[in-house]
């Protein structure tokens, strides 16, 4: 099989598109605004699984981020630092923000709506 690039100089000076850079500034933003309440108890990784299924989620520089029931899961394991992010999966209802988590990723510049 021939691949489309055979050498490390055939990527010299190719940018990353950064088509995944909102993901990455929101999950960080997850982490340092709710991480800590996520991991002393895990009602509020239920809490923060409800807050990402079924949920838009949208920065101030107009970047929209949007994650699958699976997905969602898989973040709430990563900020309470777990391997098994099957527990979270469905753990709660989708398309349910709490108080907390809304207001805390206002603060940081993130407001919500339901994913249609």
Not at 42 to 62: K, M, Y
Not at 66 to 90: F, I
């Amino acid at each position: 099989m021939i691949f489309p690039f055979f050498d490390k100089s055939d990527f010299a000076g190719l940018p990353s598109n950064r088509q995944l850079r909102p993901i990455k500034v929101f999950e960080a933003t997850i982490d340092r605004a709710v991480g800590e309440e996520v991991r002393a108890d895990g009602a509020c990784g239920v809490e923060l699984w409800s807050a990402l299924a079924g949920i838009n989620w949208h920065a101030a520089d107009g970047a929209v981020v949007s994650y699958s029931l699976r997905r969602a899961a898989e973040l709430v394991a990563w900020v309470r630092e777990e391997s098994n992010s099957l527990q979270w999966y469905c753990s709660g209802p989708t398309g349910d923000v709490a108080s907390w988590i809304s207001g805390a990723m206002a603060a940081e510049g993130w407001t919500w709506s339901l994913a249609s």
